[in-house]
């Protein structure tokens, strides 16, 4: 939205609040993910344009993302620590529901919250197979339809997506290498942040 850096004002605003009572923040939490999780379960049970729609929609995404920065924040409060698995749950339905490269804007945007809870709650959570899958479905793109992209995007107009401010891009971009090479670097910057969590533990070279 336009107005993200207002949204995000707002967001900081109650995270600031809702720190001073964090049962209260709780209990706030728990209710919002309790009507996501129900809207998640419907829309999974019955996947209409009108129910993805409504799901994969900034009043719910930005939500999420308010409460993942909540937890990050304040990763050592007993109740948001609770919240860490309802929360990864949903964000991890929403990623799985729809696999199509116009919403790859919307799933980099799943990882990278996911990706901050893992680094500051030190929660493990399997993220690896779902990056490399991504990587695989560009690569296969790459080289079935490399220099047969639709769409009149240049290589020059990777600069110009920034995926904070949007969960789906045109039909008119979605087959563009310009496009799939921006998905590419922002996938790189969130792989970074997943595995340098994991950098000095045994089980690294296993990830």
């Given at each position: 939205p336009a107005n993200l850096h207002l949204i995000t004002f707002m967001s900081n605003c109650v995270i600031e609040i809702l720190r001073l009572d964090f049962l209260c923040a709780y209990q706030f939490m728990f209710v919002h993910?309790?009507?996501?999780?129900v809207q998640l379960r419907t829309t999974i049970g019955s996947k209409t344009k009108e129910n993805i729609a409504a799901l994969f929609s900034w009043s719910?995404?930005?939500p999420l993302q308010m409460w993942t920065d909540m937890i990050v924040?304040?990763?050592?409060?007993?109740?948001?620590?609770?919240m860490i698995y309802p929360l990864t749950q949903i964000i991890m339905g929403i990623y799985g529901l729809?696999?199509?490269?116009?919403?790859?804007?919307?799933?980099?945007?799943?990882?990278?919250?996911?990706?901050l809870l893992v680094k500051h709650t030190g929660v493990f959570i399997p993220l690896g197979g779902h990056m490399i899958s991504i990587f695989e479905q560009i690569n296969s793109k790459h080289n079935t339809r490399f220099g047969k992209f639709k769409g009149n995007a240049s290589a020059s107009d990777a600069k110009k997506f920034d995926f904070r401010y949007t969960l789906k891009m045109s039909k008119n971009f979605v087959e563009t290498k310009s496009y799939l090479d921006a998905v590419v670097m922002k996938l790189s910057d969130i792989i970074i942040i997943y595995f340098s969590s994991f950098s000095y533990s045994i089980a690294f070279p296993d990830l």
């Amino acid at each position: 939205p336009a107005n993200l850096h207002l949204i995000t004002f707002m967001s900081n605003c109650v995270i600031e609040i809702l720190r001073l009572d964090f049962l209260c923040a709780y209990q706030f939490m728990f209710v919002h993910l309790r009507e996501c999780a129900v809207q998640l379960r419907t829309t999974i049970g019955s996947k209409t344009k009108e129910n993805i729609a409504a799901l994969f929609s900034w009043s719910r995404i930005l939500p999420l993302q308010m409460w993942t920065d909540m937890i990050v924040n304040h990763p050592d409060q007993p109740e948001m620590k609770e919240m860490i698995y309802p929360l990864t749950q949903i964000i991890m339905g929403i990623y799985g529901l729809i696999d199509s490269p116009k919403y790859y804007p919307l799933k980099l945007r799943c990882l990278e919250m996911m990706c901050l809870l893992v680094k500051h709650t030190g929660v493990f959570i399997p993220l690896g197979g779902h990056m490399i899958s991504i990587f695989e479905q560009i690569n296969s793109k790459h080289n079935t339809r490399f220099g047969k992209f639709k769409g009149n995007a240049s290589a020059s107009d990777a600069k110009k997506f920034d995926f904070r401010y949007t969960l789906k891009m045109s039909k008119n971009f979605v087959e563009t290498k310009s496009y799939l090479d921006a998905v590419v670097m922002k996938l790189s910057d969130i792989i970074i942040i997943y595995f340098s969590s994991f950098s000095y533990s045994i089980a690294f070279p296993d990830l």
